[in-house]
């Protein structure tokens, strides 16, 4: 038999044979070993914004559910049968994805299969949907979906602290590694149809948080986005979770991450900045979050409606007929409408007792208006659920006592299923819907009525309208719904103000025909115009812009388990060899070596920041060696460098980020950037203090030649804030002034102009130039954003008069992070070994020379 180790398993499915021959150099489509991925053979490379013209470009959509529905026969035998979900938002942005782009779907199905027949129906699915069924055990599902989803994430994600069991229950470590069990099954069903160098895998929703992770540690380089479509807490809320690292470093192993609002993407920004110490950035209108040298991005878009399937229904004749009924079952009254599943977040007990404040402040709308509350059966279950039910019937059966007569019933609910057309039947009939969620993600409910309120030509007939009059809408929603922000003619209301929900109700029934219109019409333009498709094709554009410089960088995969990461490197950049950089030392002659300290020689973690006498030994045992020139470049001020470093007389120390020089120990300090006066120091201060009192945690720090606003120890988000506030406000106030204003890793520095550590690596250079010593050895180490300028000038160097023709030039950061240094070592630890190495290296050679040199004494007896 043909091996399919090249294949996959639609291949199999298929049967489609394999091909062999030249076809240019590829990854594998199916690697079966994580780590690192090896440097791509340039060798007939194509650039990676060049489309494949070989395959099909290949989505898999990954959801806790299949867009299936599962019918079993009643007669014969039983088996099973399928149907598309006309209802799934999976299967409806399918339409943005365009015709060329293959749709693969992996997700349960709702319907419990007996472990006898699995093979048969998976087999079923994959040929006749392309759906891959991940079939979980009832146990296993009940403690991940019922359990961890909706029990712990869920409410938390709608802002429902566990204050107490009853508040949807304590953390339960057995619920959580059911999900993470549930997820590593569904990341097995990806392993067995990906394409990992082709195909774009898109994650839905809170279910499957942690997937990123598992398929990122099989497939290094794997396109993948995720969209989240409940809220996202703030976070306040959030770090209440037990297990909130480990959810947001899965999620961080996405290329693409959407959320519907801004203030989703907010509170996920702000939680990765206060729990993992991440920042953000904005460049040209994408939002993007760099972690270990990989730029996450960040896509806020609300979801939309599927037009086609809505119009396609509003067409069909059982919702003319039934949109006929209701015309005569309500006519001579204004219908308010209520769409909401029957659960704690809907605001429908809110509602309806917003309605009864509107029955009794405005008496004159007593059988003339009526309250439809379509309820749904809710998704969850538990106390709660019955809670919520209990409340509603009593309510709704409370205000029709009070306020119903004979033939009128002011609060109509409903809580059977109806179908589709029949909820369309009423969107079409109501005059105004009414969402007063206390919380929800999205909520596409006012998006559908604004379709169903356009109408078509034959609802026209049947409603007896002009077509040439325009049509007219009202909405009221509340303000905590994913789609308010969209929703700019709607009356935004705070649904736990009963008060102001009755008067947004009797405003929404008094506006003017006109003003009805007008909101109808911005509304009607913008959600056709953002439909599901809109929402899918620019989360597609997105996502291949996210993962279009894949193929360009080189991939480590580290840690374990959850907490599982890739580093992504440019090709040029890795680890310095002790042994190439100890055999380069030896052969050379002339060295020039530029040393970082704080991060560099000393931890930055280290409290106590003086130089140990292993240091101090090392940097002696250097300076001695007749063929080197070492400096040490620091941020800090001249008086302390001076006490930790007087042992190492030979020393060349350069403090204040190059601001102060001096070559040796009995040298004078000289300055690098002629200053002739610090006055606009008096300009600072003030402005500083101002920040520092109102930032609590922020500290100023003054030296000689600049003076730094700190804010480490400060609110992250708040001090993050205050710092551009100060620097727009220092750049301000020194616009004439010759400084600059620089911001930092939790730093905002005025210094002046010119001063940077690569002006200290300019004028080595050219003193060792100038005095016939042409370097033929430089090595730089640096460990932040301040050493990169002298890694940029001694890599520019290497072009120029100032180095010898065969020079070797070793930059090297500390970490494996993006830098202008060809090389790194992990850690300071790594770094103090192989300077001990060079530092051997002299010895050694010393001790060879007074061994060659050693005068012999004859003796002429």
Request: charge should be negative; charged fraction near 25%; proline fraction near 5%.
């Amino acid at each position: 038999m043909v091996s399919r180790s090249y294949s996959n398993l639609l291949d199999l499915a298929f049967g489609d044979p394999p091909t062999f021959g030249r076809v240019g150099k590829r990854l594998p489509r199916v690697m079966t070993v994580a780590g690192i991925i090896s440097e791509l053979d340039d060798e007939n490379s194509v650039g990676s914004d060049v489309p494949s013209s070989v395959s099909q470009e290949r989505m898999i959509i990954v959801g806790n559910q299949l867009p299936l529905r599962a019918h079993r026969r009643t007669d014969g035998d039983g088996e099973w049968y399928f149907s598309w979900d006309e209802d799934s938002l999976l299967l409806q942005l399918k339409d943005g994805l365009g015709e060329d782009v293959e749709v693969i779907y992996i997700g349960c199905l709702r319907e419990e299969i007996d472990p006898r027949d699995q093979d048969d129906v998976a087999q079923t699915l994959l040929e006749t949907f392309k759906c891959v069924p991940a079939f979980l055990p009832p146990d296993l599902f009940s403690k991940f979906y019922h359990g961890f989803c909706k029990q712990q994430l869920w409410p938390l994600f709608h802002y429902m602290l566990p204050l107490s069991p009853d508040l949807g229950g304590r953390f339960d470590r057995s619920l959580w590694q059911a999900y993470v069990s549930v997820n590593k099954i569904f990341a097995d069903k990806v392993m067995e149809v990906i394409n990992p160098d082709e195909d774009f895998v898109w994650v839905h929703d809170y279910h499957l948080m942690v997937l990123p992770t598992f398929l990122r540690k099989r497939f290094n380089r794997v396109k993948l986005g995720f969209f989240l479509h409940s809220p996202f807490p703030s976070s306040e809320i959030y770090r209440t979770l037990p297990v909130r690292d480990e959810l947001l470093r899965a999620l961080l192993n996405s290329d693409l991450i959407g959320f519907h609002t801004f203030d989703y993407a907010r509170h996920f920004l702000s939680c990765c900045s206060r729990m993992l110490g991440l920042d953000y950035h904005s460049k040209r209108g994408y939002i993007g979050l760099e972690y270990y040298g990989r730029t996450v991005s960040i896509k806020i878009l609300p979801v939309g409606i599927h037009m086609g399937q809505l119009r396609s229904v509003m067409n069909l004749p059982e919702t003319e007929s039934r949109v006929s009924e209701l015309r005569d079952q309500f006519r001579g009254q204004t219908v308010l409408l209520g769409v909401d599943d029957m659960d704690i977040f809907k605001g429908i007990s809110l509602k309806l007792l917003a309605m009864e404040q509107l029955l009794i402040q405005h008496p004159d709308w007593r059988g003339k208006v009526v309250l439809v509350q379509i309820a749904n059966p809710a998704r969850g279950r538990g106390r709660d659920v019955q809670e919520v039910q209990s409340e509603t019937y009593s309510t709704a059966k409370r205000i029709n006592e009070a306020f119903g007569r004979s033939g009128y019933d002011p609060v109509v609910l409903i809580d059977t299923p109806l179908q589709f057309s029949e909820k369309i039947a009423y969107y079409v009939i109501a005059e105004c819907c009414l969402v007063t969620a206390v919380r929800d993600g999205m909520n596409l409910i006012p998006y559908e009525y604004i379709i169903c309120r356009q109408g078509n030509e034959k609802l026209d007939e049947t409603l007896q309208l002009d077509p040439s009059v325009p049509k007219k809408s009202m909405l009221v929603v509340s303000e905590f719904i994913g789609c308010s922000p969209s929703l700019s003619g709607a009356i935004r209301v705070n649904p736990w103000n009963i008060d102001a929900v009755a008067e947004a109700m009797d405003s929404a029934l008094v506006a003017p025909e006109s003003e009805k219109q007008l909101r109808h019409e911005k509304h009607h333009r913008y959600v056709s115009t953002h439909d599901v498709g809109y929402w899918a094709h620019s989360f597609l554009q997105d996502l291949e812009r996210a993962c279009r410089d894949h193929v360009r960088r080189r991939c480590w995969g580290i840690g374990f388990g959850l907490g599982f990461k890739v580093i992504a490197l440019d090709h040029n950049f890795r680890k310095l060899s002790v042994e190439h950089i100890v055999s380069a030392y030896k052969r050379t002659n002339n060295r020039a070596i530029l040393l970082d300290y704080d991060g560099t020689m000393m931890p930055q973690t280290s409290i106590n920041k003086t130089p140990n006498p292993e240091a101090i030994g090392i940097l002696n045992s250097l300076c001695r060696d007749p063929k080197n020139v070492v400096f040490l470049v620091s941020g800090k001020d001249k008086k302390t460098l001076t006490e930790w470093f007087s042992p190492c007389e030979k020393l060349g120390i350069a403090a204040e980020h190059g601001y102060f020089v001096r070559p040796d120990h009995a040298a004078e300090w000289e300055t690098c950037v002629p200053v002739a006066d610090f006055y606009w120091k008096q300009i600072v201060q003030p402005v500083m203090k101002l920040y520092t009192e109102t930032t609590d945690g922020s500290t100023i720090e003054t030296k000689e030649s600049a003076i730094g606003w700190h804010y480490q120890y400060a609110d992250p988000d708040f001090g993050s804030c205050q710092a551009k506030e100060l620097l727009d406000h220092l750049e301000s106030v020194l616009a004439n002034e010759p400084v600059s204003v620089k911001s930092g890793q939790h730093i905002v520095e005025v210094k002046p102009q010119g001063v940077s550590k690569g002006i200290v690596a300019e004028r080595l250079l050219a003193t060792m130039q100038q005095k016939g010593m042409l370097p033929d050895f430089v090595l730089c180490i640096g460990d932040d954003r301040s050493d990169e300028d002298m890694f940029e000038v001694i890599t520019s160097a290497m072009a120029g008069p100032s180095l010898s023709p065969v020079a070797e030039v070793f930059a090297c950061t500390v970490g494996q992070k993006p830098s202008k240094a060809k090389y790194y070592l992990e850690d300071t630890t790594e770094i103090v070994r192989m300077l001990q190495g060079l530092a051997t290296a002299s010895g050694q050679t010393a001790r060879n020379a007074s061994q060659i040199f050693q005068p012999v004494i004859i003796d002429r007896e």
